[in-house]
């Protein structure tokens, strides 16, 4: 494992986040893939013990989508930063980036069954403040 990526996730926020998008890629694997095969994420951050006992369980294709989305928290350039929908800088790849936000989508307004009213409460707040920013009338879906 690069040492570098060790340093960024030994950061406090930076494992937050990672765990928080861990849960919600958990909520989105086990709402639409339940007839797969779900295993405990084998991952860097997995491995950095970054999800402590709250390792997602997850088929392979969420696997893969979300050891892409723990490099590019740990390697996000942005302090503060912001929930990755309202970005402008966008450094996923557009297949995944279109992947996450049909993931959000899902898991953004199922989140608060477990225990994340308040970042679900952050999220359309800073959605609105985009929306407002971008002069839309909020017609563009957000994740
Ligand atoms: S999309 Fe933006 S906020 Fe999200 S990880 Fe990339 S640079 Fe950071
Ligand atoms: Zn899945």
Known sequence: MAEKFQARMADKQVRKDTRTLGDFVGIYCKGNHSDRVRTPLVSDAAVLGVYDSGTPVLCDECAEHLRYAEKRRAFCPK?????????????????????????????????????????????????????????????????
């Open 79 to 143: 302090d503060p930063k912001p929930f990755c929908a309202h970005c402008d800088t966008h450094c996923y790849k557009s297949d995944e980036r279109a992947w996450q936000q049909q993931m959000m989508r899902f898991s953004g307004p199922r989140s608060a069954l477990h225990g994340y009213a308040i970042e679900g409460i952050k999220h359309a707040l800073e959605a609105r403040k985009y929306r407002k920013q971008a002069g839309t009338s909020g017609a563009r879906k957000e994740s």
